[in-house]
């Protein structure tokens, strides 16, 4: 028996080098296709001749996403039936947001870093990590809804170049959301065999069980909902303000469903916080579609990465002072008994 743990804990970590090597492969070729479309005295050029301050106003308009993101985050733990305050989730969130832009696991970084918190204030530790992972999905959720509505009030002839890749990159996502969201529809497809040959099947069926409880909780989770939307809402219009800075010019809502797409494209795991992936998207949508030029782009999204970036800071404060640790003794309520009948819920 203990070799045959050594041997699985082996593999995981032999499995887990090969992943890490292919993201760092993936993240290098898409850089490398970026950076062979670039003229470098263009990007000087075109960084020379942008408004200095609308891009600072767009780091302004910014603040409001990750204040909202904090009431997400009480919301879901509610579904869960883990009570904890608005200034401990906003805390929480912007330790999160640090970890996301600053260490190369990325995002993954920055959930471990909330769901070690949470764990530490409530006896329901499973509950609490499922939570972090129904807080991406409304995250996705939310990027693919502002895609559908960009591509619904787009000029076809703005996107003509690019409008199959669009909607089918649109389509797929929404698909995979609605296959997870609902159990109904995973007991009729039967996809779990294929799921489970996944890297990320763990993941996928823990959400998916997760979202039985979010049902008994339907007003909660649509407030969750709402407030995703609205802190996206504040973080397209901060990424379009900066565009506008940066010179690229067409339909608001073309480039709002060029930076949804280009956000849902990073939220894959295939590269460390959708380094050279987000770019190379949006370089792919903005320019065949007649937005801006290569230059412009990449000055837009290294825009993006250094708003995001600014807004993370806090969170270094919040994890270097220790504030973000709970209170000895502070456990979260118990789950309730809507809970326990969640499970019956799709029966």
């Known amino acids: 028996m203990p070799g045959n743990v ?50 600072g106003l767009a780091f302004l308009v910014f603040l409001p996403a990750p204040l909202m993101q904090a009431v997400r985050l009480v919301w879901i733990l509610r579904v869960q039936d883990i009570s904890i305050g608005y200034w401990v989730s906003l805390k929480l969130t912007f330790a999160g947001n640090f970890f996301n832009n600053f260490v190369p696991a990325g995002a993954v970084g920055g959930d471990f870093v909330k769901g070690y918190y949470i764990t530490q204030r409530t006896s329901h530790k499973t509950e609490a990590v499922t939570a972090l992972l129904i807080d991406r999905v409304f995250g996705l959720m939310s990027f693919i809804m502002f895609a559908l509505a ?25 698909a995979a959301v609605v296959y997870v969201m609902s159990y109904r529809v995973r007991r009729v497809l039967r ?35 709402g407030a995703t939307v609205l802190a996206h809402a504040f973080l397209f219009v901060s990424f379009t303000i900066a565009a506008a800075g940066l010179g690229i010019r067409g339909d608001v ?12 494209i990073a939220t894959v795991p295939v590269s460390p916080a959708g380094l050279g992936t987000m770019e190379a998207s949006m370089v792919y ?63």
């Open 191 to 225: 996809f779990e065999r294929l799921i489970d040959r996944l890297p990320f099947a763990e993941q996928f069926h823990r959400v998916a069980s997760a979202t039985v409880q979010m049902q008994a909780h339907r007003p909660i989770a649509l407030n969750a909902l």
């Open 253 to 264: 809502a073309g480039q709002v469903a060029f930076l949804a797409i280009s956000l849902v």
């Open 6 to 55: 050594n041997d699985r804990r082996e593999s995981r970590s032999h499995m887990s080098g090969v992943r890490n090597v292919a993201r760092v492969l993936v993240c290098a070729a898409a850089i490398a296709w970026v950076l062979r479309r670039l003229d470098w005295e263009e990007l000087s050029a075109a960084w020379d001749a942008s408004d200095k301050v609308w891009i």
């Open 150 to 174: 960009g591509l619904i009030f787009v000029s076809r002839e703005q996107t003509r170049g690019v409008t199959p890749w669009l909607y089918g990159l649109a389509a797929a996502s929404a």
């Open 285 to 347: 949508f903005f320019v065949n579609g007649g937005y801006g030029t290569t230059e412009q782009v990449l000055l837009l999204a290294l825009a993006m990465r250094a708003i995001q970036l600014f807004w993370a800071m806090p969170g270094a404060a919040a994890y270097l002072t220790g504030s973000c640790r709970p209170t000895a003794g502070v456990v979260a309520p118990a789950p309730t008994d809507r809970v326990q009948r969640a499970s019956n819920l799709d029966a």
